[in-house]
């Protein structure tokens, strides 16, 4: 089975070595992925300037390709023209950080699995919810069996999985949770600072919820110790809002 691997965090990022770890002796890996990190990118592609591809060594040892642009490049160019066969799925991750709610428009580890649904590659998105001392054991073991679920059910075309899984121990995990995204809006806190020469910057320092997230959501799912397992699509349709738009007298 040949799986293409990619993420956000960068070709080197401990999450993406992970994966490539566990999963290396049983399928056949290629790895593209940004050669720096392009976290919170969303679905940009690299449009003015001409994107560079660098092999990638591991300790004296191929691991794959350095690309100069972001996640969703890494998928485009990988799969049209680095590998030499289509992948037959594409896992993006592991991610540092939950990637829940709103702030999957943001992510560049979804956008790389939402660009392989795009492309017609079963795709799965894996983040593991902290930023500090992450643990990618778990997580990495827990890839085989996305694989082997994707592998026998199949996905619809257009779809890919966003997985989130908890930065717990794995006796702690509670179980499996098919969620939604979740869609609290957010309050945004930016510290306000001044460089040497007296000019202001800002830095966004939080996010608070402005409500409470209702239950079977990708975020409560991770706040109740649940994997959390979000079916999504590049789609941005809202079906009920064009019925009734429709229905309204629009005359240009």
């Not at 969303?42 to 560079?52: C, D, E, K, V």
């Not at 608070?208 to 975020?219: C, F, M």
Request: aromatic content about 6%; proline content about 5%; glycine content about 8%.
């Amino acid at each position: 089975m040949r799986i293409l691997l990619t993420n956000d965090d960068g070709i080197l990022a401990e999450g993406l070595i992970a994966l490539y770890e566990e999963l290396k002796g049983d399928f056949e890996l290629s790895v593209v992925a940004p050669e720096t990190e392009m976290s919170a990118v969303g679905h940009a592609i690299t449009l003015s300037n001409p994107l560079r591809v660098r092999r990638f060594k591991r300790n004296g040892i191929f691991l794959g390709y350095g690309v100069s642009g972001t996640p969703a490049d890494c998928v485009k160019i990988g799969v049209q023209e680095i590998l030499q066969q289509k992948p037959d799925m594409i896992l993006s991750g592991i991610n540092l950080g939950s990637n829940v709610g709103i702030n999957l428009l943001y992510s560049g580890t979804v956008s790389a699995a939402t660009e392989g649904a795009f492309l017609g590659i079963p795709s799965v998105a894996l983040s593991l919810g902290t930023k500090n001392d992450p643990d990618f054991g778990f997580p990495a073991r827990f890839s085989r069996r996305m694989i082997k679920f994707v592998k026998e059910n199949g996905l619809k075309e257009g779809t890919a999985l966003n997985v989130n899984i908890p930065a717990i121990p794995e006796h702690k995990i509670k179980g499996i949770s098919i969620t939604t995204q979740d869609l609290v809006r957010h309050r945004d806190r930016y510290e306000k600072r001044n460089d040497p020469r007296g000019n202001s910057y800002y830095w966004l320092a939080s996010e608070t919820p402005v409500k409470e997230s209702i239950r079977n959501t990708d975020l409560m799912a991770i706040k109740e110790n649940l994997i959390s397992i979000t079916p999504i699509t590049f789609d941005l349709t809202d079906l009920k809002e064009v019925k009734r738009l429709a229905s309204l007298a629009f005359d240009l």
